[in-house]
């Protein structure tokens, strides 16, 4: 079975830009979650979506959005960036049993 | 709110060695418990869990037992090998749909 894909793995953006980060879950899995990790503040739980419903979101602004298609693929959003934005952000591929499978990640950095 | 605190890193030992790394949770309910471990450059691997008291999870030669009396998970190894320099993350997933509140991480570095 194949893992969690991300796409890209690494990214160079300008400040106030915008970005569009992918995911594909493991076949089978409709639950993908998002995560920020960065060496400031570690992992931090982003958004969460099932069957294309976003249940649950983590304490970030607006400019952080996501959204899942109906064959679970998963995207996020994160508008008007800011250098703090520089961060490896993990997509997650969820089991009914709460498991979580990590992608690689996206290597994003904001100049 | 649910929290997660690890022993400081990095933790550095020989080859062979026993390892611990601590890992307390401050949680509502009755959170499920991970380990996951992350090699230079890429994801989070899960590595170990438990999802209620007592349960004892194990994987490659790594354990640890959910303690609710003390809330705590603290990871176990016997004989670390170098392969095992990594990062390893305690996390707890209780608030909510899939998602995890994770430790800030120990780093751990085995020599030969």
């Known amino acids: 079975k194949a893992g969690v894909t991300q796409t890209p793995r690494y990214l160079i953006k300008t400040r106030g830009q915008q970005v569009t980060l992918s995911c594909s879950p493991i076949?089978?899995?409709?639950?993908v979650s998002w995560y920020q990790q960065t060496p400031g503040q570690g992992l931090q739980f982003l958004f969460e979506?099932?069957?294309?419903?976003?249940?649950n979101k983590g304490n970030f602004p607006g400019r952080f959005s996501g959204r899942q298609f109906s064959n679970s693929r998963s995207e996020m959003n994160v508008s008007t960036l800011e250098l703090g934005d520089s961060a490896l952000y993990l997509c997650?591929?969820?089991?009914?049993?709460?498991?979580?499978?990590f992608g690689p990640g996206t290597r994003l950095t904001v100049t | 709110g649910n929290s997660v605190t690890q022993m400081e890193g990095p933790v550095t030992l020989s080859e062979e060695a026993f390892l611990t790394i601590n890992c307390t949770y401050t949680?509502?309910?009755?959170?499920?418990l991970f380990w996951y471990v992350q090699y230079p450059g890429e994801g989070l691997q899960l590595l170990l869990k438990?999802?209620?008291?007592?349960d004892k999870g194990s994987n490659k030669g790594f354990e640890a037992t959910y303690r609710k009396e003390t809330t705590s998970f603290h990871l176990e190894k016997g004989s670390v090998q170098v392969s095992d320099s990594a990062v390893y993350f305690c996390?707890?997933?209780?608030?909510?749909?899939?998602?995890?509140?994770f430790g800030k991480g120990t780093m751990l570095l085995v020599s030969p």
């Open positions: 997650a591929s969820n089991t009914q049993e709460r498991e979580q499978y």
């Open positions: 076949s089978g899995h409709r639950s």
């Open positions: 979506y099932f069957s294309e419903t976003q249940r």
């Open positions: 949680a509502t309910g009755y959170p499920s």
């Open positions: 438990a999802t209620k008291a007592d």
């Open positions: 996390a707890l997933d209780g608030t909510g749909y899939s998602t995890l509140t």
